[in-house]
């Protein structure tokens, strides 16, 4: 069982998916998007959660390449969670989400969410598959 939870991004442009485990490392839920202001305030609004759902350590999503390189997204990704690793003292692991985004819009169609409201909900679910992927990989 883990001392506390795991919480898991789905780091865009200009959002930030976010969601969190359960204590027994079973299950993520979904916590909240991010609307990305600026390095600081994103910082501040990740730390608040880290505090208030006593996570442990962090999952990132790293968006590689279909052919599993590493490209231009991926290096913005790594960059954030570098400065964010620097700022919280946190470990961050990256867990490949290769089609997570796909997935969840699959997901939202297929529970017939509107395309508004998919936009507002697409992020956080998908940082939530991230980290249950993950969950189920490493079996907690």
Not at 51 to 56: A, I, L
Not at 93 to 102: A, F, I, S
Not at 107 to 129: F, H
Request: hydrophobic share 40%.
């Amino acid at each position: 069982m883990l001392k506390g939870r795991i919480m898991g991004l789905d780091i865009g442009d200009r959002t930030i998916g976010v969601a969190v485990s359960d204590l027994m490392g079973l299950t993520a839920q979904g916590i909240t998007t991010i609307r990305r202001e600026s390095k600081k305030k994103d910082l501040a609004q990740l730390k608040e959660i880290i505090k208030e759902k006593e996570v442990d350590y962090i999952v990132s999503g790293l968006p590689k390449n279909m052919n599993g390189t590493i490209g231009p997204q991926s290096e913005k990704v790594m960059k954030f969670c570098e400065f964010l690793e620097k700022e919280t003292g946190m470990r961050i692991e990256y867990w490949d989400e290769r089609l997570t985004t796909v997935s969840a819009e699959k997901m939202l169609i297929d529970g017939d969410v509107s395309r508004k409201n998919r936009k507002k909900v697409i992020d956080k679910l998908a940082a939530v598959l991230i980290l249950q992927n993950y969950l189920d990989f490493k079996k907690f």
